[in-house]
T-cell receptor
């Protein structure tokens, strides 16, 4: 069966510090991968998605970047965090194709102070 | 631009009651619609996926319907239990952009014992 992992589970970082969140998927090959952010009291916002190694599409201009160095690894990064980067970050995967179900990881709670 | 709205924002019901959660979307050109459950501080759990060619899906006490022409979906929960207490999110798989999924803000459900 497929599983998706995210770490760390929680993170407290000062403004201006770098960020690296990691997501890995097991039990599937060539998945589509997604990064979402969920701000308090708001819906999920798609940040990045990837259809293959090194292929990243950005949905919104922001202080963050994403990379996919391996087929089942997706990394969210920032060089300098802002207060507004605080939120709940969720990684998701789906099989290839437009009509396929998305499955989510457990999330990372990021607090920028 | 696709917009997804969920009504009501919050709902409190006594245990055993049948209930309906509503989701509406503005662009009927969708690939699929997915219902998720989210417990506080946790990731999303997929409940039901309805493809654009389908009218409904059922899983246990849950039934989701889709009416593309009117831009509506409902999630019916039969014989609600305190363990059903969570936030329920509706997500529409978009036609434009290929892999873009738009989420509603969710309905927070509380089932009283």
């Amino acid at each position: 069966s497929q599983t998706i992992h995210q770490w760390p589970a929680t993170l407290v970082q000062p403004v201006g510090s770098p960020l690296s969140l990691e997501c890995t998927v097991e039990g599937t090959s060539n998945p589509n991968l997604y990064w979402y952010r969920q701000a308090a009291g708001r819906g999920l916002q798609l940040l990045f998605y990837s259809v293959g190694i090194g292929q990243i599409s950005s949905e919104v201009p922001q202080n963050l970047s994403a990379s996919r160095p391996q087929d089942r690894q997706f990394i969210l990064s920032s060089k300098k965090l802002l207060l507004s980067d605080s939120g709940f970050y969720l990684c998701a995967w789906s099989t290839r194709g437009h009509s396929n179900e998305q499955f989510f990881g457990p999330g990372t709670r990021l607090t920028v102070l | 631009k696709q917009e997804v709205t969920q009504i009501p924002a919050a709902l409190s019901v006594p245990e055993g009651e049948n209930l309906v959660l509503n989701c509406s979307f503005t662009d009927s050109a969708i690939y699929n619609l997915q219902w998720f459950r989210q417990d506080p501080g946790k990731g999303l759990t997929s409940l039901l996926l309805i493809q654009s060619s389908q009218r409904e899906q059922t899983s246990g006490r849950l039934n989701a319907s889709l009416d593309k022409s009117s831009g509506r979906s409902t999630l019916y929960i039969a014989a609600s239990q305190p363990g059903d207490s969570a936030t329920y999110l509706c997500a529409v798989g978009g036609h434009t952009g290929g892999f873009k999924t738009i989420f509603g803000a969710g309905t927070r459900l509380f089932v009283k014992a």
